[in-house]
């Protein structure tokens, strides 16, 4: 009987195949490996990826939240200034609309609150004044002796005359 050789021997080709196959099954074998590592050791990287994910969670958010607080201090600065820059144009279209409102008043006659105040002041004056002329002036006439009841009915008093009402 003739002895058959090896599949390996009989074909030249297959001496370069064999490293081909060699290194197929090392990388077969690193790749189940990685697996077996991978899930050994993949919930902790899992937690870690988390971890790490929360941390920059936080500091996005702590940022976000730096940047708005900027912002809003900005627009409330912002709205003041414009806020106090309305009110100051507000006074100065008052204050002219005050002021060309008592130069028509003037042109036309009409006494202002002040001349009013001064009228109303003297006014009070002179009642002042006139009150203590009555009262000094009963005093006056009360002091003189009376006369006679024979001397009143001699000399009758005449009424004045009605006054005509003023004219405005």
Same mark, same amino acid.
């Given at each position: 009987?003739?002895?058959?050789?090896?599949?390996?021997?009989?074909?030249?080709?297959?001496?370069?195949?064999?490293?081909?196959?060699?290194?197929?099954?090392?990388?077969?074998?690193?790749?189940?490996?990685?697996?077996?590592?991978?899930?050994?050791?993949?919930?902790?990287?899992?937690?870690?990826?988390?971890?790490?994910?929360?941390?920059?969670?936080?500091?996005? +958010?702590?940022?976000?939240? %730096?940047? =708005?607080? *900027?912002?809003?201090?900005?627009?409330?600065? &912002?709205?003041?200034? $414009?806020? /106090?820059?309305?009110?100051? +144009?507000?006074?100065?279209? %008052?204050? =002219?609309? *005050?002021?060309?409102?008592?130069?028509?008043? &003037?042109?036309?006659? $009409?006494? /202002?609150?002040?001349?009013?105040?001064?009228?109303?002041?003297?006014?009070?004056?002179?009642?002042?004044?006139?009150?203590?002329?009555?009262?000094?002036?009963?005093?006056?006439?009360?002091?003189?002796?009376?006369?006679?009841?024979?001397?009143?009915?001699?000399?009758?008093?005449?009424?004045?005359?009605?006054?005509?009402?003023?004219?405005?």
């Amino acid at each position: 009987m003739s002895s058959k050789s090896s599949p390996r021997s009989s074909n030249p080709s297959s001496a370069s195949a064999d490293p081909v196959r060699d290194s197929a099954h090392h990388i077969w074998l690193a790749g189940l490996g990685a697996f077996t590592k991978a899930q050994e050791e993949g919930s902790k990287m899992f937690d870690a990826l988390v971890q790490e994910g929360q941390a920059m969670q936080r500091k996005a +958010q702590a940022t976000a939240e %730096e940047k =708005l607080s *900027e912002a809003s201090q900005k627009m409330s600065s &912002l709205a003041q200034e $414009i806020e /106090s820059r309305a009110t100051g +144009q507000w006074d100065k279209l %008052e204050g =002219l609309f *005050e002021d060309r409102v008592a130069r028509a008043l &003037l042109r036309l006659g $009409i006494p /202002s609150s002040r001349d009013i105040h001064a009228l109303a002041d003297r006014m009070s004056e002179l009642e002042k004044q006139l009150a203590g002329r009555t009262t000094r002036t009963t005093a006056a006439t009360k002091a003189p002796a009376r006369k006679t009841a024979a001397a009143k009915k001699a000399a009758p008093v005449k009424k004045a005359a009605p006054r005509k009402a003023a004219r405005k």
